[in-house]
């Protein structure tokens, strides 16, 4: 039986504002949040760190190495009876063993790359687990440890400085699960004609997790100290959890919280896959050019944005010589206006799609080639002393290389729902273990290469970032496609019905062989 384009599109009661797919996109949004939020915050913390403590506590310090790493109430030694502050960077006299590694260029390095051994872990077996378990529950637990691992940096960090690493290890390990477990729940939840919008919105909250941490990082430790960098975001990601496991634990078939007029809209249009449960093509998925189009995008995508990321605020401090609270708040504000515009390409993407202006295949690789050529020229320009020398020059033009993200999102970010929908979990999670090995590399080598901090030394790295953004693009744009490959479809379809599916594949803004997890067609 082929389902009807009337009968998916069946009026205003399933449109997509109100339903309870919307609130699942925000939820994932929300979750994804948290665990990027949990991933920037050491690149602030580090700054906050090396910020020279106020100057009543320069007059206090401790002399033997067992009161610096004990619980002391240092109340009385400052003045005037103020309450007791945290154990914080800002106390030097507790935390000097770290102190003295954060000083070092390497030590930083292994801090921030840390995270990333921890992450590329994790990929994989997410996927895997996703696809058997569902997407939904391993998200939540993710979220949930990822937060647990970030409260504890503040309370153990300071008894060691090599249990810093080891929970950024860890952070970065709990956190690695997000990213497959977030595109298998969508999937599970999304309509073929709604993947970009949902897509896009979900998966935007990564940027607002940038955006609230840069911009509330240089003024909460002023005001609080370094500790709450880690503790805030840690307590939303468990408090998050919770409410997610409530929420969306089971998939819409069985879901309490969905209306009936919905749940029968999601059924009729989105097919759980058992065969994707017991089986998998996996080296027909490594070997298909399409998916490798989407792994070397996403690679070379992942080595800018995390560049960018980790590095923006010592760029800003090294070049500009920013404070704390001013670094803090023009690191965020490109990522601010990404939460805005990866919403909008999505909304973009699907009009074209949907007024059938373009193929899926040629929006994807607009979008995509839109965000690479900006990320090119911004990188360039970066690296042009006459431009990058003002300030707000340079601020806009990061945020323009940083856009290029939120494009790809609707570009070949997302291309996995449209060759392989239902074993799209599985391939972003193949993905983001590939796209890991760039979080290792860049700020390794970046802090190699600004050894020194001079201004020549950050062109060299804006040159860098300029070839990257080209080589990400090139392969979708020669072997990106939007059909259903075979390997694919041919789990459902019989032969005949195959060839019909292969040689018709713009029916997908409205037919449900593009919805997630299975084609049209009933065996």
């Known amino acids: 039986m082929i389902e009807s384009d009337d009968e998916e599109e069946s009026g205003e009661k399933h449109r997509l504002l109100p339903s309870c797919r919307l609130l699942l996109a925000i939820m994932v949004s929300l979750g994804l949040f948290s665990v990027f939020s949990l991933r920037i915050n050491m690149s602030v913390a580090i700054v906050c760190m090396l910020e020279p403590p106020p100057p009543e506590l320069l007059d206090r ?49 292994l801090v921030l790359s840390f995270y990333f051994w921890g992450y590329i872990i994790t990929q994989m077996p997410s996927g895997v687990l996703g696809q058997r378990l569902g997407g939904s529950r391993i998200l939540a637990i993710s979220v949930l440890l990822s937060g647990v691992s970030s409260i504890l940096i503040p309370l153990l960090s300071c008894q060691e400085s090599v249990l810093l ?45 940038y955006v609230t941490s840069l911009a509330c990082s240089g003024y909460i430790c002023q005001l609080l100290g370094w500790s709450y960098l880690f503790h805030i975001p840690g307590a939303f ?11 969306f634990s089971s998939p819409p078939a069985s879901n309490k919280w969905l209306s009936s007029t919905e749940k029968k809209y999601l059924v009729s249009v989105i097919h759980e896959s ?16 399409p998916v490798w189009a989407i792994f070397i995008g996403h690679i070379f995508n992942n080595f800018c944005a995390y560049t960018y990321v980790t590095q923006l605020p010592t760029y800003l401090k090294e070049v500009h010589y920013l404070n704390i609270e001013d670094n803090g708040l023009l690191s965020a504000l490109p990522y601010s206006l990404n939460f805005v515009i990866g919403p909008a390409t999505g909304q973009i993407a699907d009009l074209l799609r949907r007024k059938k202006i373009l193929r899926t295949k040629n929006t994807r690789k607009l979008m995509s080639g839109t965000g690479c050529v900006l990320g090119f020229m911004a990188s360039v320009f970066l690296a042009q002393q006459f431009l990058s020398s003002q300030l707000y020059i340079a601020v806009s033009l990061v945020i323009v290389g940083t856009s290029a ?50 201004v020549g030394e950050w062109d060299t790295v804006f040159y860098m970032l300029g070839a990257t953004y080209i080589l990400a693009f090139i392969p979708f744009l020669v072997v990106g496609t939007d059909e259903v490959q075979p390997w694919a479809a041919s789990a459902h379809l019989a032969p005949r019905q195959l060839v019909l599916s292969l040689n018709t594949p713009d029916q997908a803004t409205s037919s449900p062989r593009h919805s997630t997890n299975a084609p049209e067609f009933d065996s």
């Open 61 to 109: 310090r401790l002399s033997e190495e067992s009161s610096m790493r004990s619980n002391v109430n240092i109340t009385s030694a400052i003045q005037d009876e103020k309450p007791p502050a945290p154990v914080t960077m800002r106390q030097q006299m507790l935390c000097n063993d770290l102190h003295v590694s954060m000083e070092q260029k390497e030590y930083q390095g």
């Open 165 to 209: 690493l080891v929970l950024r290890f860890l952070t970065g390990f709990f956190s690695g699960a997000a990213l497959p477990a977030a595109f298998a729940t969508i999937a599970q939840w999304t309509p073929r004609e709604e993947s970009s919008i949902i897509t896009t919105l979900a998966f935007s909250g990564g940027n607002l997790g």
């Open 237 to 247: 990601a468990c408090l998050w959890a919770v409410v997610f496991l409530v929420l």
């Open 274 to 289: 058992s065969s994707s449960l017991n089986s998998l093509p996996l080296l027909s998925i490594i070997s298909s050019l």
């Open 405 to 454: 993200v939120a494009f790809n999102l609707s570009g070949f970010m997302v291309s996995s729902l449209d060759i392989a929908p239902q074993y799209s979990g599985f391939i972003m999670s193949i993905s983001n273990t590939l796209a890991t090995i760039p979080g290792i590399i860049a700020p390794t080598l970046v802090g190699v290469i600004t050894s020194d901090g001079d």
